[in-house]
């Protein structure tokens, strides 16, 4: 356990679902972070909030959308999936400054669009 | 863009036996991670190298970086099969809080 949750853990979706991912975490950690991790590549950052303000956005398209309504919280929605969108979505914390800053991830949720 | 290359991307060992995980990445960075992911699971993370010539261990795991070769090393000694796992190195682009780039990672299976 490294103090972050998300749910569910599994999720398969059509193409014209919408569904929602939820992260929590429990370490007073002040920055929260979107990774898709895909077969056979490295892991992709999406999206950075620090102090629920969106830091960054990877060119993530917009059928994936973050809301952070507090520092304990991150959602995904998502709508209108393609199949490639298929991937495990990670979640991670980190304090969010100083020298070392060391992210601690979730178990992941791994999505399936048909 | 900041690329980060490590290598090999799948090792195969035999328990007993040494080996090393090289993560090379391209522009100037000072801070590297290593972090395991075991199959089904989330990331854990392993060291935080921070300066040049940094070395740290952990148990049959060691790990150094060297700034000026854009390199970091994972040392396996005496291989046990509980560390078969998937490896990823991660190079922060920033000075403080946390942008990773990560490598592509190494499946290391360790057998009996």
């Known amino acids: 356990e490294t103090g972050v949750t998300q749910t569910p853990r599994h999720l398969v979706m059509g193409m014209t679902n919408k569904k929602s991912l939820k992260c929590e975490q429990h370490l007073g950690h002040n920055a929260m972070y979107w990774y898709k991790q895909s077969a056979k590549k490295p892991l992709e950052l999406m999206f950075v909030?620090?102090?629920?303000?969106?830091?960054e956005n990877n060119s993530v398209p917009s059928r994936f959308s973050p809301e952070c309504p507090n520092s304990s919280h991150l959602f995904l929605h998502l709508h209108t999936l393609q199949p490639e969108d298929s991937a495990l979505y990670l979640c991670?914390?980190?304090?969010?400054?100083?020298?070392?800053?060391?992210?601690?991830f979730g178990p992941g949720t791994r999505l399936t669009v048909l | 863009e900041l690329k980060v290359e490590q290598n090999p991307l799948f090792l195969s060992m035999q328990e007993g036996k040494n080996y090393t995980i090289y993560c090379n990445y391209s522009?100037?960075?000072?801070?590297l991670y290593w972090y395991r992911q075991d199959p089904g699971k989330s990331l854990e993370s392993l060291f935080v190298l921070l300066s040049n010539g940094a070395v740290k261990q952990e148990g049959r795991l060691m790990a150094s970086l060297d700034t000026k070769a854009r390199l970091s090393t994972l040392h396996i000694t005496a291989a046990v099969h509980d560390l078969s796992a998937t490896y990823f190195c991660a190079v922060d682009r920033r000075t403080s809080g946390s942008r990773l780039t990560f490598g592509e990672g190494t499946q290391l299976t360790v057998n009996p």
């Open positions: 522009t100037t960075s000072d801070r």
């Open positions: 991670a914390s980190s304090q969010g400054s100083g020298t070392t800053d060391t992210q601690y």
């Open positions: 909030y620090n102090f629920k303000e969106q830091t």
